[in-house]
């Protein structure tokens, strides 16, 4: 069964930066694609950054520049460096996996959502 779990979510201010983590377990697919999502009450979830199985990375527009995701597939971790967070990075945080390395975080099979992290970036 897949499960995924974030954390590092924190408040800071604006210009600050900080680390989500996603440790992750019973990914068997023999590829894979892993994202970042964030979503505001009452807004449609946005897919943040991506990366597959043999390591290729996308990025939403508005943090291109300022996030890396990368991944520790010997620990099991994959990572969301944010820096230069502006208020509108504010948001719960999920990672999920999805089979297959195409990047489509509006499409489905993403699976092994979490409870979320919150970011909260100040002005």
């Known amino acids: 069964q897949v499960q995924l779990a974030e954390s590092g979510g924190n408040s800071v201010q604006s210009g600050g930066s900080l680390r989500l983590s996603c440790a992750f377990s019973g990914v068997t697919f023999s590829s894979w694609c892993m994202g970042w999502f964030r979503q505001t009450p009452g807004n449609k979830r946005e897919g943040v950054a991506g990366?597959?199985?043999?390591?290729?990375?996308n990025y939403a527009n508005s943090v291109k520049g300022r996030f890396t995701i990368s991944q520790d597939t010997d620990k099991n971790i994959m990572y969301l460096e944010m820096n230069s967070l502006e208020p509108e990075d504010t948001a719960m945080y999920y990672c999920?996996?999805?089979?297959?390395?195409?990047?489509?975080?509006?499409?489905?099979?993403?699976?092994?959502w979490g409870q979320g992290t919150q970011v909260t970036v100040s002005s």
């Open positions: 990366i597959d199985s043999i390591g290729y990375t």
């Open positions: 999920a996996v999805k089979p297959g390395t195409y990047w489509s975080p509006d499409g489905g099979g993403w699976r092994g």
